[in-house]
């Protein structure tokens, strides 16, 4: 596997969930498929090994907060430098609806990274 790059993962959310992500306030997870872009410059397995962890660990990143709750599928990883993660952020945006705003986007200008559809 690749230990450094982008990555998509796919997250399956079987319920609705009410949650409350640090500044970001209160948010509705709708029942359905999520899609998270991000990005680790070294350590990337490690990574995608967190977001896949039981339901027991700190919530550090806004993914955390989703991770806990929804079951990961799988995840695509890119290899690029982390300037990339916001292309593919956009990107993955003409496809599918951005679930929510600013979610996974505090270091960056994008509208967010998370994307969602029901099917």
């Known amino acids: 596997m690749v230990n450094c790059g982008i990555y998509i993962a796919v997250f399956y959310l079987p319920k609705k969930e009410l949650t409350h992500i640090g500044k970001l306030g209160s948010f509705v997870?709708?029942?359905?498929?999520?899609?998270?872009?991000?990005?680790?410059?070294?350590?990337?397995?490690?990574?995608?090994?967190?977001?896949?962890?039981?339901?027991?660990?700190?919530?550090?990143?806004?993914?955390?907060y989703l991770s806990v709750k929804a079951k990961i599928l799988g995840a695509m990883t890119i290899t690029g430098w982390r300037e990339h993660e916001?292309?593919?952020?956009?990107?993955?945006?003409?496809?599918?609806?951005?679930?929510?705003?600013?979610?996974?986007?505090?270091?960056?200008?994008?509208?967010?990274h998370l994307f969602y559809t029901k099917d």
Not at 38 to 62: D, F, I, M, P, V
């Open 29 to 64: 997870f709708r029942r359905g498929f999520y899609f998270y872009v991000g990005s680790a410059q070294r350590n990337l397995s490690t990574r995608l090994e967190r977001h896949a962890k039981n339901k027991k660990k700190s919530l550090r990143w806004h993914i955390d």
């Open 86 to 112: 916001c292309e593919i952020a956009r990107e993955l945006g003409k496809a599918l609806e951005l679930a929510m705003p600013g979610f996974g986007a505090s270091d960056c200008r994008c509208s967010g």
